[in-house]
């Protein structure tokens, strides 16, 4: 017998009159997959949500983990400068020492030669601009200098040499350094214009254990400077050395 409008009317009534009814007609019309479905929605959605309760948890560690690590960050950047600075200054040391040590070995060697100077230029007079006679010759040779009002500027200043060495009227103004390089040249000669500015027979000469660069001695040729370094000498240190004792040596013998 088919199924009427009023039939299902009928049915509906029934059923709003009978609650109970509804759940044994939902097992006879639907299959037993579709009746579990909401069951698993419902767990589909508590396991959402602990996911989420699990997920704030975890975003939660996260930023105190990332605050954790950033707070001992700035200490690890504060030792790395302090680090660095400590480092900084252990160069500076080391290298005011070797520094140090450098000039202090500078002033020994230029000591012993000016103490050999008559061994290396056999025979002659002189010494250092801080000892009196030296003193009073340059004073003297510089004295046109001084009527003029004049006075040598610092690289040209013969009183700054480290040496000064004459026989006759031949003289030397001498530059030491254990290395020779383009300033003890300089400065050589342009002492010794000085003096020849004043009629002073001068010539520059350097005095050294080594070369500063190869082109050092380059340059000290081009600049008519005379040499005794490495122990090798310029033809004009040796015509130097060849001149005769001075009349005041020969008055003293």
Do not use: C
């Not at 709003?16 to 997959?33: C, K, N, S, Y």
């Not at 504060?78 to 480092?87: D, F, M, P, S």
């Not at 004073?139 to 040496?163: C, E, I, K, S, V």
């Not at 008519?224 to 004792?245: I, K």
């Amino acid at each position: 017998m088919a199924l009427t409008v009023k039939d299902f009317h009928d049915l509906v009534r029934i059923l709003e009159e009978h609650p109970e009814w509804r759940a044994e007609l939902r097992r006879l019309l639907l299959t037993d997959q579709l009746l579990e479905l909401p069951a698993l929605v419902h767990e589909l959605a508590e396991a959402q949500q602990r996911t989420e309760r699990q997920m704030q948890v975890l975003a939660e560690q996260v930023r105190e983990l990332a605050e954790a690590q950033r707070q001992l960050e700035q200490p690890m950047v504060e030792l790395a400068a302090a680090q660095q600075r400590v480092e900084q200054v252990l160069l500076q040391l080391v290298g005011w020492q070797q520094g140090e040590a450098g000039r202090r070995e500078g002033e020994r060697y230029e000591r012993r030669t000016v103490a050999r100077a008559p061994n290396l230029f056999l025979g002659g007079e002189g010494g250092t601009p801080s000892e009196p006679d030296v003193r009073r010759r340059l004073t003297h040779w510089l004295r046109p200098l001084y009527q003029r009002g004049q006075a040598p500027d610092p690289l040209g200043d013969p009183f700054l040499a480290d040496l000064i060495w004459w026989k006759g009227d031949e003289v030397l103004l001498v530059e030491i350094s254990q290395k020779v390089d383009a300033q003890d040249i300089r400065r050589a000669r342009q002492r010794a214009d000085t003096l020849r500015e004043v009629g002073v027979k001068a010539t520059p000469v350097v005095i050294g254990e080594e070369w500063a660069t190869p082109e050092s001695q380059v340059l000290a040729q081009a600049e008519l400077v005379e040499w005794f370094v490495s122990g090798g000498s310029s033809q004009g240190f040796l015509n130097f050395r060849r001149l005769p004792f001075s009349p005041e040596e020969e008055d003293r013998e």
